[in-house]
């Protein structure tokens, strides 16, 4: 197999098209197609297939595929680190972080990251747990953050604890309950969140089965976060947040922490990805030296309390 072969396989499967795939090569479409025909002679069977979306990899095709990607990023990774020894600043990051995470640093760490290395290209893709696991495998992603009360597991590949943020309960500043202190007086309250399980619901059941209470009228699930941050800012909603998020955000300063006796939900702890028994490029270890400074930083002032 050569590189050329398992490049243009990873471009038609991007682009869903062989003149898609030789615009983003900067090649003719005759090139494309010349190499993937020969790549499935050597294989022996199709790689790709068309139907009315465009061309999509086979099954033989999709099992390629996913080494394709680790072998050309990871030849694309060789020549960034090479490039930085001559003396070159610029590259691809390509980072994955699970929807809380963002409000965990990654905004000044992005912006101390900038200043120092201004030619990189950077991405930051938004994803749930499994695709986030699945592009760490792949070596897809660089690196990736994700927010969890708990470690979902060392099977997504290299797993480093950051920091450990406090939840609280929390509801809009001028809203009908933001002055309640038992939860008799949130019952009718619309308990919004973004948990995909039923974690979430239970905990909220069981806290009030603990005080004797019947549980709230309206528990919402909601897993697109804009519409949840809408929903919390329209409605009269008591939700579970980060106190970091509370106080550091700009959207945080909308709301009010709930002075309840009961004990919120676990902690959430931001927890650091990098694919397994990989080496890191230069910019995706210098981004985590900058995501640890923002991090120690916050450590250091929690503990002094400013």
């Known amino acids: 197999m050569k590189l050329n072969q398992l490049r243009a396989l990873v471009e038609i499967a991007a682009t869903g098209s062989l003149n898609g795939a030789a615009r983003r090569l900067h090649v003719t479409q005759p090139a494309i197609t010349k190499a993937l025909r020969e790549l499935e002679d050597e294989c022996g069977v199709?790689?790709?297939?068309?139907?009315p979306w465009g061309v999509v990899p086979t099954a033989e095709g999709a099992t390629l595929l996913q080494r394709a990607h680790t072998i050309v990023r990871e030849l694309e990774r060789a020549q960034e680190d090479l490039a930085y020894l001559k003396g070159s600043r610029d590259g691809k990051l390509m980072i994955g972080v699970t929807p809380i995470a963002g409000t965990g640093g990654l905004a000044d760490a992005f912006v101390e990251f900038r200043r120092r290395w201004p030619q990189v290209t950077i991405e930051f893709r938004e994803l749930g747990i499994n695709a986030l696991r699945e592009q760490l495998r792949s070596r897809t992603l660089d690196l990736a953050f994700g927010a969890f009360p708990m470690s979902p597991g060392d099977d997504i590949g290299t797993v480093e604890q950051l920091f450990e943020y406090d939840t609280v309960f929390i509801t809009r500043a001028n809203g009908s309950f933001a002055g309640a202190t038992t939860l008799a007086e949130l019952q009718a309250a619309e308990w919004i969140h973004t948990d995909g399980t039923d974690n979430y619901p239970g905990t909220i059941r069981a806290m009030f089965d603990r005080a004797g209470l019947e549980p709230p009228l309206r528990i919402t699930r909601c897993t697109s976060y804009a519409l949840f941050y809408g929903l919390t800012l329209l409605s009269d909603a008591v939700f579970a947040w980060t106190r970091h998020s509370l106080a550091e955000t700009e959207h945080g300063h909308r709301f009010v922490e709930l002075a309840l006796a009961e004990t919120p939900p676990p902690p959430l702890r931001l927890y650091l990805f990098s694919p397994p028994e990989a080496q890191l490029t230069r910019p995706a270890e210098h981004f985590l030296d900058c995501i640890r400074e923002v991090i120690a930083?916050?450590?250091?002032?929690?503990?002094?309390?400013r």
């Open 297 to 305: 930083g916050r450590g250091a002032k929690a503990s002094t309390g």
């Open 46 to 51: 199709r790689l790709l297939e068309r139907n």
